[in-house]
């Protein structure tokens, strides 16, 4: 009777034990924090500040948006490797503290410049910032943590991207408007700081084996997490159709969502809308992809990853060349919605595809090249689209190229084929 009663006595007990939360989530957390204030703050907040560099430092649209084309081609292109190398090496949490430095830096100096050369300066260095704690050093986090749960992840920690959209144009024209462009921008620079280095340095760990945990949290399939975790050589993925189809595809796409979010604010405005209407417009907009975000997350656990992110392309090719067809408030309305939803796929959905092809032990290496070629994309397709403008004095044939181009990105990741026979997984 004794033993009968410490037996139900120790079930109990563990039956009531309280259930812990796996560390991993703590990691998404601190993603959807990076991803908040480096890529949404950043990406879709700086844009605002475009009519005070023209208005106030007399920068024409093709100016303003080279800055960070220059970046890209300067640090992006030569660094985007190096940078996956390092984060493969050294964990992504060293290279997002490295990277905070710069965002957070640049943008202090940033209010103090009075000539274009010292503008090009200052966004090649956040560039630089950008590219260590941006998207690659957090999509390798994320895979690095799940597996099984890999997408849902990654669609929890892209909220904050799209939830830094949704905050970032609102809060900056209202600093404008309130303290004037330069201590509102040094104002974003000190926030950026004082947020992200603190989450850094005590919630980031670079992967679950920091903690002697597993992937998900739960042992999984052995032979499974070993086919995900072996290296990947660099030289098979450059000779394989699956890389070039995923980083062109995703050229032609990214370049004309970064077309869209550099421009649309500057686009609305010339349609006669205030600043504070133009920047409500965005927001419903980046709103919009936070539905896409969480639904599409949940839909990649469970459908053929590359599929869906051929039709979301679609989507985004079809939304953009509603801007080139119709100028009207009801087509604004329903770009803004449709756009934004399908836009909320995209960047969680190239890190995916990209795992299922590759694995994650060299994730950060071919995340690096694949994001390097896209990121000339993003900011040369808004620098085409500014020189369209500045010669026609219109939108219209620009935004007719970028949608055209988005549905031929999405034609060819269509293409892609994501199953990976371990004959071309080899140890370096």
């Known amino acids: 009777m004794d033993d009968q009663d410490t037996s139900f006595q120790n079930t109990s007990a563990m039956t009531n034990q309280p259930r812990h939360i796996f560390y991993g989530w703590w990691i998404v957390l601190a993603a959807f924090l990076n991803l908040f204030f480096a890529v949404g703050v950043i990406f879709y907040g700086f844009p605002v500040f475009y009519t005070a560099f023209v208005e106030s430092l007399g920068f024409t649209r093709a100016q303003v948006t080279q800055g960070f084309l220059l970046g890209f081609l300067l640090v992006g292109l030569p660094f985007g490797l190096l940078a996956g190398v390092l984060i493969d090496r050294i964990g992504p949490r060293a290279a997002i503290l490295s990277g905070v430095g710069f965002i957070g830096l640049s943008l202090i100096l940033m209010g103090f410049i009075t000539r274009l050369w010292q503008y090009e300066i200052l966004c090649v260095t956040e560039v630089l910032g950008y590219v260590l704690a941006g998207p690659i050093a957090n999509q390798v986090l994320i895979a690095r943590w799940f597996r099984k749960k890999r997408g849902r992840a990654m669609g929890y920690a892209y909220l904050g991207l799209g939830l830094g959209g949704v905050v970032a144009p609102l809060t900056v024209n209202y600093l404008l408007t309130v303290i004037g462009w330069r201590i509102a921008i040094q104002t974003v620079g000190l926030v950026i700081l004082a947020v992200l280095y603190p989450v850094g340095i005590w919630i980031t760990r670079s992967g679950p084996g920091d903690l002697a945990l597993v992937p998900d949290g739960t042992a999984g399939n052995p032979t499974d997490i070993a086919t995900d975790t072996a290296p990947t050589k660099i030289r098979w993925v450059l000779r394989s159709t699956n890389f070039w189809l995923i980083l062109i595809g995703s050229f032609l796409v990214v370049g004309a969502i970064g077309a869209v979010i550099q421009h649309f604010i500057l686009f609305l405005k010339d349609l006669g ?134 549905i031929l990105g999405a034609a060819i990741v269509w293409r892609v084929n994501s199953s990976r026979p371990n004959i071309i997984r080899a140890v370096k």
């Open 273 to 406: 809308y205030s600043g504070s209407r133009a920047s409500q417009f965005s927001t419903i907009l980046l709103a919009s992809s936070l539905a896409g975000r969480v639904a599409v997350g949940y839909v990649a656990d469970r459908l053929t990853k590359k599929n869906i992110m051929a039709v979301f392309y679609v989507t985004i090719g079809a939304a953009v060349l509603l801007l080139g067809i119709s100028n009207s408030g009801v087509a604004i309305w329903i770009f803004a919605i449709v756009f934004g939803f399908s836009m909320g796929a995209d960047y969680m959905l190239i890190p995916l595809v990209a795992a299922e092809c590759f694995g994650t032990h060299s994730l950060g290496k071919v995340l690096g090249l694949i994001i390097m070629g896209y990121s000339l994309g993003q900011w040369g397709a808004p620098w085409l689209l500014g020189r369209i403008f500045d010669a026609t004095h219109s939108y219209q044939l620009g935004w007719k190229i970028m949608g055209t181009a988005a």
